[in-house]
């Protein structure tokens, strides 16, 4: 028998009547589920050993941020996400509300895309000790507190050293993660099913730092060599650990990946003229 679980982003109006509508509709399909309540307001540190493990899929109930929070757990496991939207439209939640049970059946008549998507893993090293991991959906960023002050990074490609940078923070983001704040910080928007990964500078000391995009074979290593104010490790927005001195940070792409499901190009691009107001001119 299949178990599901479904993730309740309490915080968002409708979403627990929602999850009982989910549950009914899954058991006359045979399908077991599980409730999880999950407040989308505040910091997931405490949730990021949930255990995902059991369950054939994970339907989500909010936006973006529950598809991150799931997608963290379950890409390990490949899990795959069914992300139905209860806000704006969104990159990642990409089942709308009204939509979710005629997705959610093609999906389990086997009739629905499912895209595959990389992620960023880290790993904080300090004194020869690893003393924290986590794997990001959408970026990994390291940076002063308050987020305007100055912070000396030293970074490095495959042992390739790409120089010092003076500067507000780093964003290393996956493709996905690529039209959220590294997009806000001058980054490229990349096609979510490339394998790879974007250093976006913050703010930096000097014009001459742009962004790079890395291939997936490879590991970007950053050092924090001085600040005069607190550094910060922070995984999608919702994963923070405090950083040190001399603290060596690790990224790369991991082998597995997030499994979204109803996630195509169409909804991408439609995303991008919804968000970032694409359009052509009258000559286009």
């Not at 505040?42 to 991150?68: E, K």
């Not at 999906?107 to 904080?124: A, H, I, K, P, T």
Request: hydrophobic residues 40%; contains cysteine; neutral net charge.
């Amino acid at each position: 028998m299949k178990k599901c679980l479904v993730v309740v982003n309490s915080f968002k109006d409708g979403a627990e009547s929602l999850a009982q509508e989910v549950s009914g509709f899954l058991s006359q399909r045979n399908i077991s589920t599980s409730l999880f309540l999950y407040d989308g307001s505040r910091d997931c540190s405490s949730l990021a050993g949930t255990d995902f493990s059991g369950y054939s899929f994970v339907v989500t109930l909010g936006g973006d941020g529950t598809v991150l929070f799931a997608c963290r757990g379950c890409a390990p496991l490949g899990i795959p996400v069914f992300p139905v939207n209860l806000g704006e439209f969104g990159f990642l939640a990409a089942v709308q509300k009204s939509l979710w049970k005629q997705e959610l059946e093609s999906y389990l008549d086997g009739n629905c895309f499912v895209s595959e998507r990389s992620l960023v893993q880290c790993e904080v090293v300090r004194s020869g000790k690893t003393v924290f991991e986590c794997c990001g959906m959408n970026d990994c960023v390291i940076s002063s507190c308050p987020s305007s002050r100055l912070v000396n990074l030293k970074v490095a490609y495959n042992h390739a050293l790409l120089g010092p940078f003076k500067t507000n923070g780093i964003i290393i983001s996956t493709p996905t993660g690529s039209t959220a704040y590294s997009a806000a910080a001058g980054g490229p928007i990349v096609e979510p099913s490339q394998p790879a990964l974007v250093m976006t500078p913050v703010s930096s000391f000097s014009l001459s730092a742009r962004p790079i995009v890395f291939g997936k074979k490879g590991e970007i290593v950053i050092t924090v060599t001085g600040s005069r104010t607190d550094v910060s490790l922070v995984c999608d927005g919702q994963l923070e650990f405090p950083l040190k001195k001399e603290d060596v940070l690790i990224l790369g792409i991991p082998q597995f990946r997030a499994r979204l499901i109803c996630s195509t190009q169409e909804t991408f691009f439609a995303a991008l003229q919804s968000k970032l107001n694409w359009s052509g001119g009258p000559r286009a």
